[in-house]
């Protein structure tokens, strides 16, 4: 698990870790794996990130485990998948909200991680790191899904986003 070894991360993380209601996301499939092992790797390496960046690196770490926090059947059609690309950056929201207490921040990191695909633009630094980060697991995702058809997409985000983290830093 990422992040497993960082104490400090798992301290801030640990109660939506152990929540039941966060737990069903492991069961659910996202860019060949789960939206639980998707949601892991997207909130400890933008925590990691934001924490070298001198950003606030806890609600970084909250916001982005519970960005893509909410239940779908696993019988979606190809349509209701589509859609969801859409909708569910609110339907996460919406559940991260009914299940824990959020800050506006958070709140921000979630609801605009889909930029610009979702026309809502991040408020925050914080939120912007979060919307990267998915952007560059995704697409690292999908690379391993593919094989090597997306290897090119997956090095050209890695590569700006750390591009784009070296200008942040100077």
């Not at 949601?39 to 606030?56: G, P």
């Not at 806890?58 to 059609?77: C, I, K, M, N, Y």
Request: hydrophobic letters at 40%; glycine letters at 4%; proline letters at 2%.
């Amino acid at each position: 698990m990422r992040g497993q070894n960082d104490l400090q991360y798992r301290k801030i993380v640990n109660h939506i870790l152990n929540n039941e209601e966060f737990l069903k996301i492991k069961k659910i499939e996202h860019h060949g794996i789960t939206r639980y092992d998707h949601s892991l790797k997207v909130s400890y390496y933008s925590y990691k990130i934001a924490k070298a960046l001198r950003l606030d690196y806890e609600q970084v770490a909250r916001g982005g485990l519970l960005h893509d926090f909410f239940l779908s059947p696993e019988d979606r059609t190809k349509k209701d998948r589509f859609v969801s690309v859409f909708t569910h950056p609110k339907q996460a929201v919406d559940t991260a909200k009914e299940t824990f207490k959020l800050t506006a921040k958070e709140e921000d990191m979630i609801r605009t991680h889909m930029f610009p695909i979702n026309l809502a633009v991040p408020k925050y630094l914080e939120s912007w790191v979060v919307s990267l980060v998915d952007k560059a697991v995704a697409a690292n995702e999908f690379s391993v899904k593919c094989g090597f058809r997306l290897r090119f997409a997956y090095k050209y985000a890695y590569n700006f986003l750390a591009l784009l983290m070296i200008g942040f830093i100077k």
